[in-house]
């Protein structure tokens, strides 16, 4: 079992920065890759980025590239989300996710980013 905790949520305004770090710790040996989703009210969960803990590839989605940037620490155990020029449509509560293989199968209890005009 793997367990994760994300922090660094919190209010910004339009075009400030956040960085979200989770905390992995259990099995974190198995651990292929670890990621970022998010899900806003009324939306269903969706992928923002990943990396690979193998080849150090990372991935992102359409809507933030340029503007976040993920990256790891030691031991693959923590993984950070820097999220710059913050937009009113980045408000989501964003959940910290780790891949032991092909699936997605622990999840973090999320932290909340709401973006202020």
């Known amino acids: 079992q793997v367990q994760l905790v994300e922090s660094g949520g919190g209010l910004v305004q339009a075009g400030g920065s956040l960085r979200l770090s989770c905390a992995a710790s259990?099995?974190?040996?198995?651990?292929?890759?670890m990621g970022w989703f998010r899900q806003a009210p009324g939306k269903e969960r969706e992928f923002v980025s990943a990396i690979s803990w193998h080849s150090g590839n990372t991935d992102y989605a359409d809507s933030v590239k340029g503007r976040f940037t993920i990256s790891g620490g030691n031991a693959k155990s923590t993984v950070y989300l820097q999220m710059n020029s913050l937009k009113l449509e980045d408000t989501a509560i964003y959940y910290c996710a780790a891949r032991p293989g092909v699936v997605w199968a622990y999840w973090g209890q999320g932290t909340q980013v709401t973006v202020s005009s």
């Open positions: 259990g099995r974190t040996f198995s651990n292929s890759a």
